[in-house]
Structure formats: structure tokens, C-alpha cells
């Protein structure tokens, strides 16, 4: 025995000793965990049966610990444990951490997949993934045949993906168990208690509750309703800075990253004049785009002397936990996708919680130590928020979902065992729609076309997978690729609050009077012009980063293309026809100018406006397309191109024959 074994473990000794150090204090870590004990009680059950539904407060160890323990247990028999994610920072941090645990390089042992960017191997068995990733594997996979665990985590959230993957996940267990082959163990994991409804879908999955460890939360309300939740915010956080003792962190959930980003920079400021002795503010946003540096800088520990504040969307609601936060304020707001029925299309807005979700979010404040919550709205209020967050999926477009359930060989997409279905004309809207974007056979069978099967290629809505198809009539697929993918990455704009209106004057001379999309192009193609210089983006305000993610989703789509033979041509200056392909994917998105000088949607008749941010704001062009409705104080339009009537008749003339817009007469 001795010989060989000897040989590694005298090498252990040579790790630095504060290598060892670190890892002893991440094991002790686990250990500590309130999921530890249930360790062997959590492998018998899954052992035992073919589903399982596991509760357990957020932070109580779920996510990064029950994959080692499936893992360590062999349960996985040397195939891959999936672990989906609705958030791919989630997934991206969560795995650094648990490959940090196992003490492998990420990519080996231990790896994520989110959209665009895979750091899996051959060697990966444990693998964490967005939802929308595992879902497109099942395109071409419906029976999951690489896994042998799959664990929907965050279930609770509901996602759209979450949703479709229940049942494609349940469909596939049951398949193979049809045929004999190996076994799919399907666990559902929940932060919230009601879990009867996953546990009857799952054909009466045993439910094992996880001892939680929650303090006592104090919850303050308040007396009247705030007309401005910001200032609100800024004002509770300031009043708890004064008399809290530092090292008391607080986590303030907002709705989006402009006003985080600004309510940073406010914090910032203010904090530089608090007069007397408090302790100085380290300031750290949190939300889904923000670069993973600096998202990883809220969990390192507060230094001393000193009090975080994290400035979260939803994200910090439960799938992220952070250490040393003893008071939340929460707005009771969140920012959520919201279907329009009539105009097949969904709109981000911002709308008051669930209770279900301002208890998640109260429950932050209690992780270690009594804590409070500070609700910026008053009892009444919260008395009227829904008890539980409708599931997306009764709430959004299903256009993309329909595609990858037809592109899996499912056909009877109505009677699809959903959990909860969506409405019947929810279904049938969507369908409509891929009919009239081609991807559909007009009669009744839903059959997808070979168009609709190339959409189904892209990991992209099914509007922008069409408009990528289009560009080959129109040869200008180098210019669409490039506009796709700035579109699926968060802003290339770096607009900072205090340099806004240098920044506009400087990005002026990319502005295009064909509208934001043939601006995206210029800036892509000034970009690309100096070699993706650093000192070029700073001095324009672009987001480098962001620019070179966008640089590698292109890379990822024009292999795509260039595997199924599209032909990469590129039109030059001849922006028209660019703007021509778009129109291909969002002629439902349309709107045409008024007498007033306001702009009616084609497709409801509704009133929009042109955003502010847009290049078209001081232009009225007759015909526009948009590619997203954000309600604020208005129905604005986002990310706009000008456009022929011609182009828009041509693109579905029997959607428009029926619409009747003015269109006619401009002919
Ligand atoms: O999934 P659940 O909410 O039950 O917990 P988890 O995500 O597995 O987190 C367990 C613990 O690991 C938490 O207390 C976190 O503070 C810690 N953790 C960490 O330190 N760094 C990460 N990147 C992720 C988790
Ligand atoms: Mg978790």
C-alpha cells in the first residue's frame, strides 16, 4: 500500500499553507451548512425514488452542495448531473464556487453552459446550465440521454424555460423508463413551501423539507405611500447608515441596471458628506449584465469598520446569497415581462411584487442574525399584491417556446402537459405568429416548414432567427450578424449619469437617420475599423466588454450559418437593405406616424412614442419598426429602424390586408 499511496499525499504537503488554509475554511464552510446533516437522508430518497422535490431556505446549501452529494454518492453512475439555473450569473458564480470546493479548475470536474458561452469537457459531470440552455439540448436530444440526474433548481421562480423543461424533463424520464434504459432522476428544488402542486405533477414526488435557519425578521412599514420609491430608498438606507453599527450590511432591491446604477452613484455621493462618525459605505451593484468581477465583489467579506450596501434587482432575491446583510429595503418593485396578446408581443414593465416575493425578500435580512426589513409601502399595499407570482409562462410570448417544442418532435402543443397551461389562445396566438413568419405550413397540421426548422437552429427569438434567414435574399448577412448579436448583449452604450451629455455629443457622429440599428452598425463597423482599441471605446463610451462578448455571439451564429451553407455576403453601404431583412422579423412591430406627430402600433392601434435614447427621437419618419415596448410614464418604443410601407406589405401581405393601415395610399 505504502509506496505508491505515500507518493500523493507527501505532495499535498507542498501546497502553500494558505492554499490549505482556504480550502479547510471552504470545507468547514460546507460542513456548517444547514443541508449537511440531511446528507445522507437526501441520498436514500433520491436513491429510492424517481423524483424528489427538495425545500430549503434560500442560502441553506441546495444548489452548491446536493450535485457534490448526489456526486460523491455515485448516483450520477459516471454520467453528467445537470443542475438548470434561471439566471446565468447564477449558474457562472455558482459553479466558480462549487469547482473552488471540489478543487478543480472549472471546465474539469465542474462546469457551467449558459447561451454563447460553454466551459464544459468530456470530464464534466457536474454541470451548471441556464434552463434555456438544457431546453435547446433537448432539440436535439429528447431523451437527455447524457444526463442522469437532472435538478431544476429555483423552481419556485417559475421561468418560461423552468416551465417547457418540467414537462420535457418528465416526458423524457418516462420515455426511457418505456424503452429500459438507464434512469432519469429528476429533483426539484424550491425556496418557497408550496410545493404540492410540483409534487403531484411529478407523479406524487416524496417532498423533503430541509431544515431551515432563520432568524426573526423585524418588518417596518410605511405609514403612507411613497410617490418616489428611489428617494424613499435613499432616505431608509441613510436613516439605518446613521444608527446601525458598521459591519451591518443592507441590501436594497431595485428594478433594473440604469436606476441601480444610479441609485450607486447617489449613494456614493451622499456618502462622501454623512457628517459625523459613521462607517464608510462600500457600494456594490448587483444585476444580471453586470461583469462577473464586479458581481463577485458582493460576496467578499465586508472589511472592518466598514458597512456594504448591495444594490440588487431580484437576482438577490433567492438565487444569490450574501453573507452579512442585516437589513433589507425593498421597493415592492420588480420589473417582469408582461404579454400583450393583441400585439404578440411582450413588454417590460415595472409592477409591484407578489407577497410571495416580498417574504423571499425579507427572509434575506434573517440569514445569520435577527435582522429587519424595511417595506418602502404600506400595509394596505401589500395586502393587495397577488399572493403568488403568476408563472411566466401565462404571461409571455410563446412563439420561441412553441418552435422548440415542434423542433422536438412534440406536435400537439395545446395538449402539452404544462403544470400550469397557458391559455388556449395564448397557444393559438403564438402559432399564428409562426405562420406568418414563415415557419410554419399555413394548414392546419403544425408543421414546421424548412424555414421553421432552420429558426430552430438559432438560440435566438424567432423574429431575429428569421431575419438572420432573410439576409441571404438580401445579401447582407455580415451586416445582420452583426446587428444580432449587439442586440443579444446587454448595451454597448456606457452611459455614465454624470458624463450623459458628453457622452451623447461624442456618440453623435455614429447616429444614422435610418434609425438605432444601422447605428449599432456603425459604431460596430467604427470598432472594427481601429481593432477593438481600448482607448477608442473609452473615449466614445463604449462598453468594451460588452462589445467583445458581442464580437463572440457573432462568431457563434456565423458558424451556424456557415454549417447550413447561408452565404456571407455583405451589402456595403447599401443600409436599405438591411433595414429590408428586419422588417422580415418585426413586421408585427410596427407603428405609423400620425397627423398629430404621435405613432399608432399597426398592430393594436395603441399610441407609442419614440424613446428618448433612440437616434430617431427628433425624426418622424412615416413607417417605423421596433424592437420592444417599455411602459413607463409612456408606451415607448426601443431600438427602432425606418422602414417602407412596401416593405412592410410585402413582408406579410396577409397580415396586413387585414390591418388596413394608411399604408395603402403611401403606395
Ligand atoms: O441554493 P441555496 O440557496 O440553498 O444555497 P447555496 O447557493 O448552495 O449557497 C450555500 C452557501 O454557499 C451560502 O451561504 C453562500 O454564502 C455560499 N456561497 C458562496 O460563498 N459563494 C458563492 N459564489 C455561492 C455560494
Ligand atoms: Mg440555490
Excluded at 423508463?177 to 434512469?183: D, S, Y
Aim: a positive charge; one cysteine or more; glycine letters at 4%.
Amino acid at each position: 500500500m505504502n509506496g505508491h499511496n505515500d507518493r500523493p499525499s507527501q505532495k499535498r504537503f507542498k501546497f502553500s499553507q494558505n492554499g490549505d488554509d482556504h480550502y479547510n475554511k471552504i470545507r468547514e464552510e460546507r460542513h456548517n451548512l444547514p443541508i449537511y446533516p440531511a446528507r445522507g437522508r437526501l441520498i436514500s430518497e433520491v436513491q429510492r425514488h424517481s423524483s424528489v422535490v427538495i425545500i430549503g431556505e434560500t442560502g441553506s446549501g441546495k444548489t452548491t452542495q446536493i450535485p457534490q452529494f448526489l456526486f460523491e454518492a455515485g448516483i450520477n453512475r459516471n454520467s453528467i448531473i445537470a443542475i438548470t439555473q434561471p439566471r446565468r450569473v447564477a449558474a457562472i458564480t455558482i459553479s466558480q464556487r462549487v469547482a473552488q470546493e471540489k478543487r478543480t479548475d472549472l471546465g474539469d470536474l465542474v462546469g457551467y453552459c449558459v447561451r454563447f458561452d460553454d466551459t464544459t469537457s468530456e470530464r464534466t459531470k457536474i454541470k451548471y446550465m441556464t434552463d434555456g440552455m438544457l431546453l435547446r439540448e433537448a432539440i436535439s436530444d429528447p431523451l437527455m440521454k447524457r444526463y442522469s440526474v437532472v435538478i431544476l433548481d429555483e423552481a419556485h421562480e417559475r421561468t418560461i424555460h423552468t416551465d417547457v423543461l418540467f414537462g420535457v424533463v418528465k416526458q423524457a424520464q418516462h420515455e426511457r423508463k418505456k424503452l429500459a434504459m438507464k434512469p432519469l432522476k429528476i429533483i426539484v428544488m424550491s425556496a418557497t413551501m408550496d410545493v404540492d402542486h410540483f409534487s403531484q405533477y411529478f407523479n406524487k414526488a416524496p417532498v423533503l423539507y430541509l431544515e431551515g435557519r432563520q432568524f426573526p425578521i423585524r418588518v417596518l412599514y410605511c405609514k403612507e405611500e411613497q410617490s418616489d420609491y428611489l428617494f424613499a430608498a435613499l432616505v431608509t438606507l441613510f436613516q439605518i447608515h446613521r444608527e446601525a453599527p458598521a459591519q451591518e450590511d443592507v441590501l436594497i432591491f431595485l428594478t433594473g441596471q440604469e436606476e441601480i446604477e444610479s441609485m450607486v452613484k447617489s449613494i456614493r455621493d451622499i456618502g462622501q458628506n454623512v457628517p459625523g462618525n459613521t462607517p464608510n459605505l462600500l457600494v456594490c451593484p448587483l444585476y444580471a449584465a453586470l461583469p462577473a468581477p464586479q458581481q463577485l465583489k458582493v460576496f467578499q467579506t465586508t472589511p472592518k469598520g466598514c458597512r456594504k450596501v448591495i444594490v440588487a434587482t431580484n437576482i438577490a432575491e433567492t438565487s444569490i446569497t450574501i453573507s452579512g446583510v442585516r437589513f433589507v429595503i425593498d421597493t415592492g418593485m420588480v420589473k417582469a415581462k408582461i404579454y400583450n396578446s393583441h400585439g404578440g408581443l411582450d413588454i417590460m414593465k415595472v409592477v409591484h411584487l407578489s407577497q410571495a416575493q416580498a417574504q423571499q425578500r425579507c427572509g434575506r435580512a434573517g440569514r445569520e442574525s435577527p435582522g429587519t426589513c424595511y417595506r418602502l409601502y404600506t400595509e394596505q399595499q401589500y395586502e393587495a399584491f397577488k399572493k403568488n407570482t403568476v408563472p411566466e409562462i401565462q404571461r409571455c410570448n410563446l412563439a420561441s417556446v412553441v418552435l422548440q417544442l415542434l423542433a422536438m418532435g412534440i406536435h400537439d402543443v395545446v395538449n402539452f402537459d404544462f403544470m400550469d397551461k397557458p391559455s388556449t389562445e395564448a397557444i393559438l396566438s403564438a402559432i399564428e405568429q409562426l405562420k406568418l413568419l414563415g415557419a410554419l405550413e399555413t394548414d392546419a397540421d403544425l408543421k414546421l416548414t424548412s424555414l421553421g426548422k432552420l429558426m430552430a437552429l438559432f438560440p435566438l427569438d424567432p423574429k431575429l432567427s428569421r431575419v438572420i434567414l432573410a439576409a441571404k435574399d438580401h445579401h447582407c448577412l455580415e451586416e445582420i450578424l452583426s446587428i444580432v448579436s449587439l442586440l443579444s448583449v446587454d448595451s454597448i452604450l456606457y452611459t455614465p449619469q454624470s458624463k450623459r451629455e458628453k457622452a451623447l455629443a461624442v456618440r453623435e457622429k455614429f447616429m444614422s437617420s435610418e434609425g438605432d440599428h444601422i447605428t449599432l452598425l456603425n459604431i460596430y463597423r467604427a470598432y472594427k475599423g481601429v481593432n477593438g482599441n481600448k482607448a477608442w471605446c473609452m473615449e466614445n463610451f463604449i462598453n468594451m466588454r460588452n462589445m467583445q462578448t458581442a464580437f463572440d455571439v457573432r462568431k457563434q451564429l456565423r458558424e451556424i450559418c456557415m454549417k447550413h451553407s447561408l452565404p456571407l455576403e455583405s451589402c456595403g453601404q447599401d443600409t436599405a437593405s438591411v433595414r429590408r431583412c428586419l422588417t422580415t422579423g418585426y413586421f408585427m412591430s410596427s407603428a405609423e406616424l400620425q397627423k398629430e406627430g404621435e405613432y399608432v402600433s399597426l398592430s393594436t392601434r395603441k399610441t407609442v412614442s419614440i424613446h428618448p435614447s433612440s437616434a430617431l427621437f427628433h425624426c418622424k419618419p412615416a413607417y417605423v419598426l421596433y424592437n420592444e415596448l417599455v411602459q413607463t410614464t409612456k408606451c415607448y418604443m426601443r431600438d427602432l429602424c425606418v422602414v417602407d410601407a412596401d416593405w412592410l406589405y410585402q413582408a406579410a401581405p396577409v397580415y396586413f390586408s387585414k390591418r388596413k393601415p394608411g399604408m395603402h395610399t403611401h403606395a
